[in-house]
């Protein structure tokens, strides 16, 4: 157990301090105890960044379960240390921001929601620093639970609770499949650790499960970073509380996701699906995404989907990237690497703005109480600070300079023109349809960031629509977006304070395979490159993106554009109703409560199965001539038996029915004496004789039959159930005793002649077999007798005494 | 082989039980019709501890009286299983008891100790006789369990249906075993599986009548689809520790006896039924989890989550790569399941005691009147949904690895599946617990009484100690010797 396990885990310690700091200083806000976690870790994690610059790595490695390969194993490169420090930034900030937000009322839950908020802060540090697939998967789960619960917080709202459900059911079904894929990977190349199944990737790629473990793990990825079509999980999570939005659902959490397809970029980059999966499904997002956010009237639903195309981007450009590893990189072909780039650039920029609108929306939201555009205006003056945050956010998301944005749009247009030139994978084809989509989305992208800077801050204010009187936030809400805000600003000037810090050696752990001989990549981010295309691209953007916002009234008369909810949760409600109505349907079909239906069931499948065997295995064979002649008595015994059991149905009266039953045990007992069983005829009369006289006996004490009425049909199918199981039981037996001429096996009975005498030494053969060769089941059968007997002296005595004591 | 020179103290821990039963009886009937013996119980958990010990002690070495009882690696662990399933058992009850002045004490006790019995001998015999003589013993204890609120409607129909359609699955497990008599005319499992090969080549109808008859009787004992139809209206009229017997011990011990048949007696002829049970293990993690959803019972509920979890068990059976890695699986996953439906099982006691009430609704905020009931119980759901780190989870995902090895991928696929849709209705109560309020009605905070309190912690430290340290378990079940 090293320094950096004590990492990952101390989130998880804190968090089971967290109820007695709760209890015992109730009137701090529990926040403050928390605070200083994630702030320790922020540094801690930054004192790496010398030797992860330099190419460098840290590992660290407990044996967990050794036996199957799991070893809970602590990796530090680029990426990972790149998510540690946006994880535990960001979560300062956060922390920081919701001691504000959220007010310590009477019986506000705090404890609850610091709970759960640190328990997703540690398993996100392990999903991002564990080699090990399982370890992740593990820590993967635990976040979607804290995830759940976080968004459940406020849990008296009918949506929260939805949402809180929603997520869940989408990201565990992604997890479950993640968690077959990375046992398909083991299945494979016998291992968990991600390093080594790296070092295998030849063998892997020509596996047959290939295929279903990318497929498998993508699932994963998709829900996770909610790509189109299970990103209807996201605007329900907004259900949270604000800082939960801007933590989990914008900054780390959906990019899990991102970070998985990274991570797992070694292993199945430069494949064709993967490369088209990715960024087919994220070209779609992007779009889907930006174009959905345009209609939305809250703005943390507005912020929502445009996550949601953010993440499409990123996923884009990852997939594009991938083409990468068929290029190399001594010959300076950075045509492809620049998507690389361009996606890491963009993760840091989007946790920068994204994570400051979220703040932003949750000030505006706290001060005047509603989210909702139509409401809101004007709120620049009263607002400064916060509409200044906001500015810098919303114009950097539209990528306009001199923010962050811009540059990594920038680069975005020009990964998706790169990939145009790609002569791989039918890209020579396809591959225009990349900058038109793109395009498109960023001119969407530039109308929504347009309509939730100028609806919200300019135009007219009106008090009389607001819950509360609008003012500026305190200090300590507004330092979280602030700080966010000048990164935004201090990364668009001087954006080459990350190219080599960071940035450089997340490329190197995305594509190890182009610096495996001691080469690098080239990381220079400026923001004038002439008039090329992607410029022009930009101003384009901006052109139309003002028509998309100024004739807005026009678009949200179109018919998508009307009403907020996406249409794919039609078939997510929808598959709910279909699951919960299908499983009515077969639960009432056969259990419905009666013992007789279940006694058809079973007798159904009795009759139903020989049929199917006697038939499947063409085993009907009677064949009469070897079989004993039949006597006068049998014949007369058989006939009365016959008759006996035919009347029961039809007797109406109990006691009635009670002696033809023991008629019927009696007549079986004079069949054994035909064939001379004297013994077995014994016991069957004492057996019958003792239950006739205890069934008229309690019977005597029950109320009169009642007489039912069935439907025709029952007694029809009842009659077919009888007559079937008869039929085949009886062909069973004619035909077993058919076979048994064909090929001769030894009776059962001839171990027992030949031996009872000399082994066990009696003559009387039964016997024998009951006190000597089946001894030990004797015995048994005796305590099983004892037993009901004593519990018979229990009941007597019960009875003697009587009730009244109950 | 002669009575005389068998070495009988094989059965020591079986003899010394029966006669801790038998003395508990007396002392039951000796101590009058007072209703209140917590005495009974603790003696009880004491004979059950101190059995476990003897089996510790005796069953560690393989051993055999004839073909008939066995004492191997595999009736070692599972008599363990049991005798700490049932002890867990008696402790709810303990806390049951004590609230029903309906229920007889002391037969209530050295009832479940005699079914105790009769689950031992199952795990331990290698003869179809024997190995009957012992399930019926278990069985006829559990019909009268089931019935033992005898004034409350719903306990004496459960008993009812339990028997009557218990009776019948005897009858088609007998009815099956007579087809292997007639043809093998040996009861031996070992004398069994030299004698099937050639059989199954000669007579493949009747021995597949055999083994499907067999597997269907069988299969009711251990409620799995399509001859689970009993276990939700006995689940739901039985006592709620009798509940808790019925879907832990009894289960349990069913496995025990259908691996015990089927690796022992046909291993020879593996093929031949594999696929069966595979098909068997689709539809019943099919069906349990979809019929679990509906429920709004909590004890209907877990009666189909057990119907599902025994889906999940019976996976191994159909996909064995090699029959030591599929005993280490299962046997894994029976003491994770024992673990996480015992703790379940003595929370809902606890609960619908004290809510007279046995829909879900019961559980609505139970976060907030006892909080480590609800996290607790939290473990235990997420533990049979299979999230980590639950012991659950390893269980299942060993499993899962395993099929994936033996290159079933469909059945994968299902569990996969069915797994996401118990989620489904797992999470439904985990919402009752965290995000309602408690009724008005209820005390705002649940007093937990001692006993209940035990089996939950040991229950809690087991699911989560079992899931972090998971190779404890598996490497000594890897390097048991498990069949004689």
């Known amino acids: 157990?090293?320094?950096?396990?004590?990492?990952?885990?101390?989130?998880?310690?804190?968090?089971?301090?967290?109820?007695?700091?709760?209890?015992?200083?109730?009137?701090?806000?529990?926040?403050?105890?928390?605070?200083?976690?994630?702030?320790?870790?922020?540094?801690?994690?930054?004192?790496?960044?010398?030797?992860?610059?330099?190419?460098?790595?840290?590992?660290?490695?407990?044996?967990?379960?050794?036996?199957?390969?799991?070893?809970?194993?602590?990796?530090?490169?680029?990426?990972?240390?790149?998510?540690?420090?946006?994880?535990?930034?960001?979560?300062?900030?956060?922390?920081?921001?919701?001691?504000?937000?959220?007010?310590?009322?009477?019986?506000?839950?705090?404890?609850?929601?610091?709970?759960?908020?640190?328990?997703?802060?540690?398993?996100?540090?392990?999903?991002?620093?564990?080699?090990?697939?399982?370890?992740?998967?593990?820590?993967?789960?635990?976040?979607?639970?804290?995830?759940?619960?976080?968004?459940?917080?406020?849990?008296?709202?009918?949506?929260?609770?939805?949402?809180?459900?929603?997520?869940?059911?989408?990201?565990?079904?992604?997890?479950?499949?993640?968690?077959?894929?990375?046992?398909?990977?083991?299945?494979?190349?016998?291992?968990?650790?991600?390093?080594?199944?790296?070092?295998?990737?030849?063998?892997?790629?020509?596996?047959?499960?290939?295929?279903?473990?990318?497929?498998?793990?993508?699932?994963?990825?998709?829900?996770?970073?909610?790509?189109?079509?299970?990103?209807?999980?996201?605007?329900?999570?907004?259900?949270?509380?604000?800082?939960?939005?801007?933590?989990?659902?914008?900054?780390?959490?959906?990019?899990?996701?991102?970070?998985?397809?990274?991570?797992?970029?070694?292993?199945?980059?430069?494949?064709?699906?993967?490369?088209?999966?990715?960024?087919?499904?994220?070209?779609?997002?992007?779009?889907?995404?930006?174009?959905?956010?345009?209609?939305?009237?809250?703005?943390?639903?507005?912020?929502?989907?445009?996550?949601?195309?953010?993440?499409?981007?990123?996923?884009?450009?990852?997939?594009?990237?991938?083409?990468?590893?068929?290029?190399?990189?001594?010959?300076?072909?950075?045509?492809?690497?620049?998507?690389?780039?361009?996606?890491?650039?963009?993760?840091?920029?989007?946790?920068?703005?994204?994570?400051?609108?979220?703040?932003?929306?949750?000030?505006?939201?706290?001060?005047?109480?509603?989210?909702?555009?139509?409401?809101?205006?004007?709120?620049?003056?009263?607002?400064?600070?916060?509409?200044?945050?906001?500015?810098?956010?919303?114009?950097?998301?539209?990528?306009?300079?001199?923010?962050?944005?811009?540059?990594?749009?920038?680069?975005?247009?020009?990964?998706?023109?790169?990939?145009?030139?790609?002569?791989?994978?039918?890209?020579?084809?396809?591959?225009?349809?990349?900058?038109?989509?793109?395009?498109?989305?960023?001119?969407?992208?530039?109308?929504?960031?347009?309509?939730?800077?100028?609806?919200?801050?300019?135009?007219?204010?009106?008090?009389?629509?607001?819950?509360?009187?609008?003012?500026?936030?305190?200090?300590?809400?507004?330092?979280?977006?602030?700080?966010?805000?000048?990164?935004?600003?201090?990364?668009?000037?001087?954006?080459?304070?990350?190219?080599?810090?960071?940035?450089?050696?997340?490329?190197?752990?995305?594509?190890?395979?182009?610096?495996?001989?001691?080469?690098?990549?080239?990381?220079?981010?400026?923001?004038?490159?002439?008039?090329?295309?992607?410029?022009?691209?930009?101003?384009?953007?901006?052109?139309?993106?003002?028509?998309?916002?100024?004739?807005?009234?026009?678009?949200?008369?179109?018919?998508?554009?009307?009403?907020?909810?996406?249409?794919?949760?039609?078939?997510?409600?929808?598959?709910?109703?279909?699951?919960?109505?299908?499983?009515?349907?077969?639960?009432?079909?056969?259990?419905?409560?009666?013992?007789?239906?279940?006694?058809?069931?079973?007798?159904?499948?009795?009759?139903?199965?020989?049929?199917?065997?006697?038939?499947?295995?063409?085993?009907?064979?009677?064949?009469?001539?070897?079989?004993?002649?039949?006597?006068?008595?049998?014949?007369?015994?058989?006939?009365?038996?016959?008759?006996?059991?035919?009347?029961?149905?039809?007797?109406?009266?109990?006691?009635?029915?009670?002696?033809?039953v023991g008629v019927i045990g009696f007549l079986l007992a004079l069949l054994f004496v035909v064939f001379r069983a004297p013994d077995l005829a014994l016991t069957q009369l004492l057996v019958e004789t003792v239950m006739v006289v205890m069934f008229l006996l309690v019977f005597y004490h029950l109320p009169e039959l009642k007489k039912e009425s069935f439907k025709p049909t029952m007694k029809i199918s009842n009659l077919a159930i009888s007559i079937a199981v008869g039929v085949f039981a009886s062909l069973t037996a004619l035909s077993a005793h058919a076979f048994s001429y064909e090929n001769p096996v030894d009776a059962i009975s001839n171990y027992f002649i030949e031996n009872a005498y000399t082994l066990a030494g009696g003559n009387n053969m039964v016997n024998v077999i009951l006190v000597d060769f089946r001894g030990l089941d004797t015995l048994l059968e005796v305590l099983v007798l004892a037993i009901a007997a004593l519990g018979i002296v229990v009941l007597v005595k019960y009875t003697a005494k009587g009730r009244e004591n109950l | 082989m002669s009575a005389y020179n068998a070495n009988w103290s094989l059965m020591t821990p079986e003899i010394v039980l029966m006669i801790l039963a038998l003395v508990i009886f007396t002392l039951d009937f000796m101590t009058g019709m007072s209703r209140n013996k917590p005495f009974l119980g603790r003696l009880s958990i004491l004979s059950l501890l101190a059995t476990t010990v003897l089996v510790a002690v005796f069953n560690r070495e393989t051993g055999q009286i004839g073909d008939m009882f066995v004492v191997d690696g595999f009736a070692m662990v599972l008599k363990i299983v049991i005798l700490l399933g049932v002890a867990g058992v008696i402790a709810i009850s303990m806390y049951y008891v004590d609230r029903h002045r309906d229920v007889y004490q002391g037969e209530y006790y050295s009832l479940l100790l005699f079914a105790t019995l009769g689950a031992m001998l199952m795990v331990s015999s290698a003869d179809l006789i024997t190995l009957f003589v012992g399930l019926e013993l278990l069985s006829i204890s559990a019909y009268c369990l089931a019935g033992f609120k005898k004034y409350n409607g719903k306990s004496t129909e459960a008993a009812i249906k339990y028997v009557v359609l218990g009776g019948t699955a005897s009858a088609f497990i007998l009815y099956g075993m007579s087809f292997v008599y007639g043809l093998t005319g040996t009861t031996s499992l070992v004398d069994i599986n030299e004698a099937v090969p050639t059989l199954f080549a000669d007579y493949p109808y009747i021995m597949t009548m055999a083994i499907m008859f067999m597997i269907a009787g069988f299969g009711f004992k251990i409620s799995v689809v399509p001859f689970h139809m009993w276990a939700p209206d006995v689940y739901e009229g039985a006592p709620t520790p009798v509940t808790s017997f019925l879907s832990v011990v009894s289960k349990i011990a069913g496995f025990g006896i259908v691996l015990?048949?089927?690796?022992?007696?046909?291993?020879?002829?593996?093929?031949?039924?594999?696929?069966?049970?595979?098909?068997?293990?689709?539809?019943?993690?099919?069906?349990?989890?979809?019929?679990?959803?509906?429920?709004?019972?909590?004890?209907?509920?877990?009666?189909?989550?057990?119907?599902?979890?025994?889906?999940?068990?019976?996976?191994?059976?159909?996909?064995?790569?090699?029959?030591?890695?599929?005993?280490?699986?299962?046997?894994?996953?029976?003491?994770?399941?024992?673990?996480?439906?015992?703790?379940?099982?003595?929370?809902?006691?606890?609960v619908t005691e004290d809510t007279e009430d046995d829909a879900l609704t019961s559980f609505s905020g139970l976060y907030q009147r006892a909080p480590y009931l609800a996290i607790a119980m939290t473990i235990f759901l997420l533990s049979l949904a299979g999230l980590p780190i639950t012991a659950g989870f390893f269980g299942k995902f060993y499993i899962f690895v395993g099929a994936i090895q033996a290159e079933m991928l469909w059945l994968a696929v299902i569990m996969i599946f069915t797994s996401i849709v118990s989620f489904f209705y797992y999470f439904g109560i985990m919402k009752q617990m965290f995000m309602r309020d408690p009724k008005p009605n209820d005390d705002q905070t649940l007093s937990v009484p001692k006993p209940v309190s035990a089996v939950v912690t040991i229950s809690l430290v087991g699911t989560i100690g079992f899931g972090l340290l998971a190779n404890v378990l598996t490497n000594y079940f890897n390097n048991l010797q498990w069949f004689f």
Not at chain 1, 197 to 204: K, M, N, R, S, Y
């Open chain 1, 1 to 660: 157990m090293s320094l950096l396990h004590l990492v990952v885990l101390a989130p998880f310690l804190l968090a089971i301090l967290i109820p007695f700091l709760y209890k015992k200083f109730r009137h701090i806000h529990t926040g403050w105890f928390v605070l200083g976690l994630p702030l320790v870790l922020f540094i801690y994690f930054l004192t790496f960044l010398p030797e992860i610059s330099g190419g460098g790595a840290v590992q660290e490695t407990v044996p967990w379960i050794p036996s199957l390969g799991i070893d809970f194993t602590v990796f530090v490169d680029g990426l990972g240390l790149l998510f540690a420090l946006l994880i535990t930034g960001i979560g300062t900030l956060v922390v920081l921001y919701s001691i504000y937000y959220i007010a310590n009322k009477k019986d506000e839950p705090l404890n609850n929601f610091y709970v759960y908020l640190l328990m997703f802060m540690g398993a996100m540090l392990g999903v991002v620093l564990s080699d090990n697939l399982m370890v992740v998967y593990v820590f993967w789960e635990t976040t979607s639970l804290a995830s759940m619960l976080l968004i459940g917080y406020w849990f008296h709202k009918e949506r929260s609770r939805y949402g809180a459900q929603k997520s869940m059911l989408i990201t565990v079904f992604g997890g479950f499949s993640m968690l077959a894929g990375f046992t398909l990977l083991y299945v494979m190349t016998e291992t968990f650790s991600i390093r080594e199944i790296i070092a295998q990737t030849d063998v892997i790629a020509s596996h047959e499960l290939f295929l279903p473990a990318m497929l498998l793990i993508l699932l994963g990825a998709f829900t996770k970073s909610a790509q189109f079509p299970f990103h209807i999980w996201l605007p329900d999570a907004m259900e949270a509380p604000t800082p939960v939005s801007a933590y989990l659902h914008s900054a780390t959490m959906v990019k899990a996701g991102i970070y998985l397809v990274a991570r797992m970029t070694p292993v199945f980059g430069g494949e064709p699906q993967w490369f088209w999966l990715l960024s087919g499904f994220g070209i779609f997002t992007l779009l889907w995404g930006s174009v959905s956010a345009v209609r939305q009237k809250d703005l943390k639903a507005i912020l929502a989907f445009s996550t949601i195309s953010q993440l499409g981007m990123i996923m884009t450009l990852l997939g594009l990237g991938s083409a990468a590893v068929h290029f190399d990189l001594a010959n300076g072909e950075t045509l492809y690497t620049t998507a690389i780039l361009a996606a890491v650039f963009h993760l840091i920029n989007h946790a920068t703005f994204k994570g400051s609108l979220f703040m932003v929306v949750g000030i505006v939201d706290h001060e005047t109480g509603t989210r909702d555009i139509r409401n809101l205006g004007g709120l620049m003056t009263l607002m400064p600070i916060t509409a200044t945050a906001a500015l810098i956010g919303t114009f950097s998301m539209a990528g306009l300079p001199p923010f962050n944005g811009f540059l990594s749009k920038e680069m975005f247009f020009t990964g998706v023109l790169n990939a145009t030139t790609l002569d791989l994978f039918n890209m020579q084809t396809w591959g225009l349809i990349f900058p038109v989509i793109a395009w498109i989305a960023s001119i969407f992208t530039f109308a929504y960031c347009m309509i939730m800077f100028f609806k919200t801050f300019t135009g007219k204010h009106q008090p009389e629509k607001l819950k509360k009187q609008a003012h500026e936030a305190p200090m300590g809400m507004l330092i979280g977006p602030v700080i966010l805000a000048s990164l935004v600003v201090v990364f668009g000037l001087f954006p080459n304070v990350l190219s080599y810090s960071i940035i450089e050696p997340v490329m190197r752990s995305i594509l190890p395979s182009l610096v495996s001989d001691g080469g690098e990549f080239y990381v220079n981010i400026y923001h004038w490159h002439g008039p090329n295309t992607e410029l022009m691209m930009t101003i384009g953007v901006v052109i139309f993106g003002s028509l998309v916002y100024l004739n807005l009234k026009r678009w949200q008369e179109a018919a998508f554009f009307l009403k907020e909810r996406d249409p794919l949760n039609w078939l997510y409600d929808n598959s709910l109703v279909w699951l919960i109505d299908g499983a009515t349907w077969v639960n009432d079909l056969q259990l419905t409560g009666r013992l007789r239906d279940y006694m058809a069931y079973m007798f159904v499948f009795f009759a139903g199965f020989m049929a199917w065997g006697l038939f499947y295995f063409d085993a009907i064979a009677i064949d009469l001539e070897n079989t004993a002649p039949i006597s006068t008595y049998i014949f007369v015994l058989v006939a009365v038996l016959i008759l006996a059991t035919i009347s029961i149905p039809f007797i109406n009266h109990r006691i009635t029915a009670i002696i033809v």
């Open chain 2, 260 to 350: 015990r048949v089927f690796f022992v007696g046909f291993e020879s002829v593996y093929d031949e039924w594999a696929f069966i049970f595979a098909l068997l293990a689709a539809i019943t993690m099919i069906v349990g989890n979809m019929i679990a959803i509906v429920q709004r019972k909590v004890k209907r509920l877990m009666a189909f989550s057990g119907v599902a979890q025994a889906g999940y068990l019976l996976v191994p059976v159909a996909t064995m790569v090699s029959l030591d890695m599929t005993m280490s699986m299962i046997t894994f996953y029976a003491v994770a399941y024992l673990l996480m439906t015992l703790g379940a099982f003595a929370i809902i006691t606890l």
